[in-house]
């Protein structure tokens, strides 16, 4: 579907809807089960967003993030890396 009209602002693209295959059965429990969805269409930024435009937003609306557990448990078969440096922060383990 064509955008419905202008970008609600600076550097924004119209991310068409549609349905896709949603979840997981191998991470979190609260991922499960993998379903089909439907999402309408959304605007969405070209960019990522910075701490400081987030700050204006805050600041603009009074919209405040839920926040994530401190502790969030880390999905079955990841470990930390064994190295620092640019490597992800999880890795996978092999399968046994």
Not at 8 to 35: C, I, N, T
Not at 38 to 64: E, L, M, Q, S, Y
Request: hydrophobic share 30%.
């Amino acid at each position: 579907m064509a955008s419905p009209g202008p970008p609600p602002g600076k550097d924004m693209v119209w991310v068409a809807g549609g349905r896709f295959l949603m979840g997981s059965q191998d991470f979190y429990p609260e991922e499960a089960p993998v379903h089909r969805v439907t999402v309408d269409g959304f605007w969405i930024d070209t960019h990522p967003v910075t701490n400081a435009a987030f700050r204006r937003f805050w600041k603009a609306t009074g919209h405040r993030p839920h926040r994530l557990p401190l502790h969030h448990p880390r999905p079955s078969g990841l470990t930390k890396p064994r190295s620092s440096g640019s490597a992800p922060s999880t890795t996978r383990r092999p399968a046994r």
